[in-house]
């Protein structure tokens, strides 16, 4: 089981930039695709965006596409978001996730996911 620890977040005013990390506790060949997620109260887990390890392709959900970025580099084992020109819909609890499924489609539905993080907060303020 890959151990996966988010760090970076914060609190940050709208139109800011932060850039969260996803460290995993060992390689695994079965790390297939990483993910971001965001939860925030009272709403239900939404997908921000992943990325293919071995391919490097990303997808991300419209709610972030041309703001946010995902990259990783596999010599640290670490997955990145970065998020730019953060709006306030955006704060929430960002959690990282590592699936190994073998999957045809896209790799941002959660349930495809076996490995999750903590979690670190988000806020951004107006």
């Known amino acids: 089981q890959v151990q996966l620890v988010e760090s970076g977040g914060g609190a940050v005013q709208a139109g800011g930039s932060l850039r969260l990390s996803c460290a995993a506790s060992a390689y695994t060949s079965k790390r297939n695709y990483m993910g971001w997620f965001r939860q925030a109260p009272g709403k239900e887990r939404e997908e921000v965006a992943c990325?293919?390890?071995?391919?490097?392709?990303?997808v991300y959900a419209n709610s972030v596409k041309g703001r946010f970025t995902i990259s990783q580099d596999n010599a640290k084992n670490t997955v990145y978001l970065q998020m730019n020109s953060l709006k306030p819909e955006d704060s929430a609890m960002y959690y990282c996730?590592?699936?190994?499924?073998?999957?045809?489609?896209?790799?941002?539905?959660?349930?495809?996911?076996?490995?999750w993080g903590q979690g670190t907060q988000v806020t951004v303020s107006s």
């Open positions: 990325i293919y390890t071995r391919r490097d392709n990303q």
């Open positions: 996730a590592a699936g190994e499924r073998d999957i045809s489609g896209s790799c941002l539905p959660g349930w495809i996911y076996n490995n």
